[in-house]
Each structure stands twice: as C-alpha cells, then as structure tokens.
C-alpha cells in the first residue's frame, strides 16, 4: 500500500513519545524537535527495506509483477531481466514447472555451476526447478533452470520493489509490515542520537514479524 511518508514519520513519533521515559522527547538544547523529525523521515525507506527484506513471505502482501519477456537458450533455459527497483523475489513459476519458488541463488553460489551441466538430472528441472538472481551486461537479471522447451511462458513472477519516497512524498509498504517498519524507523532514529530506547523498538519490530 502507498502510505504518505509524512504521516507515517507521524506515526514513529507517536510511538515514541507513548513509550519514552522522558515528556516531551529531546526537549533539552541538544537537539530541537524538527531536527529530530527530520532523522525520523530520512529513516523510513530504510525501516521499510529492513522490515521487508526479514518478513516471512505472508507479511509481503501482493507484490509487484515483472517478466514481460524472457530470453531463451538452450535446453530450456531462460533469463528475465529484473526492474531497476527489484528488491526481494516473492515468486516465480514458468508454466511447465510443478510448483513456484521463492528463494534464488546467486552466481557465488556452489549450485549455480551445476546448472550449466550436461547432464540434465544435475541442474534444475521442471519437477525441481531453480532460479539464480545474477548480474548479466544487460543487468541485473533473474535467471531459470529449467523448462520443458521454449513454448513455456511466464505463469507467476512477482516482488517487493526497493522502498523510497516518490516525488508524491508516498512510500510503498506492505499493509502488514506498516507497524513493523514504523517500529523500525523510530528505533533507528533514537540509535542515530544515542538514546537507548531504541534496543526496546528494535525488539518490538522484529516481534511484528
């Protein structure tokens, strides 16, 4: 959902402000209070990103999809080029393959080598198939092992864009990581000014997960 970022830095000091010792917050010479709104707002895409990237994939919400056109070699294989804001895969099914996948390996990743083998029982498959997240010149790209044949289309292919606040001053974030996230944004802004409450908003995000 697109939430405004104004309101939701609102939301961060209220959360704050119900669970801080001190009333007001920071109302010392120190650091004045739109000062200190304005750490919380530079927090909130980075909350977002944290919250998203560790939720289980239930907390995602619908997603965004991709894989308007694919790119076929041989044997089955294809590749995807990703969008530019790609964060965090969701799913991924061709139309041949028995179930989706959710996690993707990476070209450092022992089983990638195997993909390219010869042997068809090595790499993936359609009853086991596989998908590795790797940097191609084109860029940054979701990579698939394998199909049946290159009459396979793309039947599933969604994810979580990287978060940012748009010119709109909108914010993209799960409706069920929102409270998470506002927990996240108010303890990384009381770790940037040292106060210790933020090991307490910390925990109580992770707990929202």
């Given at each position: 959902?697109?939430?405004?970022?104004?309101?939701?830095?609102?939301?961060?000091?209220?959360?704050?402000?119900?669970?801080?010792?001190?009333?007001?917050?920071?109302?010392?010479?120190?650091?004045?209070?739109?000062?200190?709104?304005?750490?919380?707002?530079?927090?909130?895409?980075?909350?977002?990103?944290?919250?998203?990237?560790?939720?289980?994939?239930?907390?995602?919400?619908?997603?965004?999809?991709?894989?308007?056109?694919?790119?076929?070699?041989?044997?089955?294989?294809?590749?995807?080029?990703?969008?530019?804001?790609?964060m965090?895969?969701?799913a991924?099914?061709m139309s041949?393959?028995?179930?989706?996948?959710s996690?993707?390996?990476?070209?450092?990743?022992p089983?990638?080598?195997?993909?390219f083998?010869?042997?068809?029982?090595?790499?993936?498959?359609?009853?086991?198939?596989?998908?590795?997240?790797?940097?191609?010149?084109?860029?940054?790209?979701?990579?698939?092992f394998s199909?049946?044949?290159?009459t396979?289309?793309?039947?599933?292919?969604?994810?979580?864009?990287?978060p940012?606040?748009?010119?709109?001053?909108?914010i993209?974030?799960?409706?069920?990581c929102?409270?998470?996230?506002?927990?996240?944004?108010?303890?990384?802004?009381?770790?940037?000014?040292?106060?210790?409450?933020?090991?307490?908003?910390?925990?109580?995000?992770?707990?929202?997960?």
């Open positions: 959902m697109i939430v405004q970022a104004g309101d939701m830095a609102k939301a961060v000091r209220v959360a704050i402000d119900m669970n801080h010792d001190s009333t007001p917050l920071l109302a010392g010479e120190d650091l004045d209070t739109l000062s200190f709104d304005d750490i919380i707002y530079s927090k909130l895409a980075d909350a977002v990103r944290m919250v998203e990237m560790e939720a289980p994939l239930n907390l995602l919400g619908h997603g965004h999809q991709f894989g308007e056109a694919v790119t076929w070699c041989e044997d089955g294989k294809g590749w995807i080029l990703l969008p530019d804001d790609f965090r895969l969701v991924f099914k041949d393959w028995r179930h989706s996948i996690e993707a390996i990476t070209q450092d990743d089983i990638y080598a195997r993909q083998s010869k042997w068809q029982g090595i790499c993936g498959n359609p009853e086991r198939p596989v998908a590795a997240i790797v940097n191609r010149a084109e860029g940054l790209a979701l990579e698939f199909c049946k044949d290159d396979a289309t793309v039947d599933q292919a969604v994810y979580v864009p990287l940012k606040i748009d010119d709109s001053g909108g993209d974030v799960s409706e069920k929102y409270r998470a996230a506002v927990y996240r944004a108010a303890g990384l802004a009381l770790a940037s000014i040292g106060d210790q409450l933020s090991t307490t908003m910390l925990e109580a995000s992770k707990s929202l997960l």
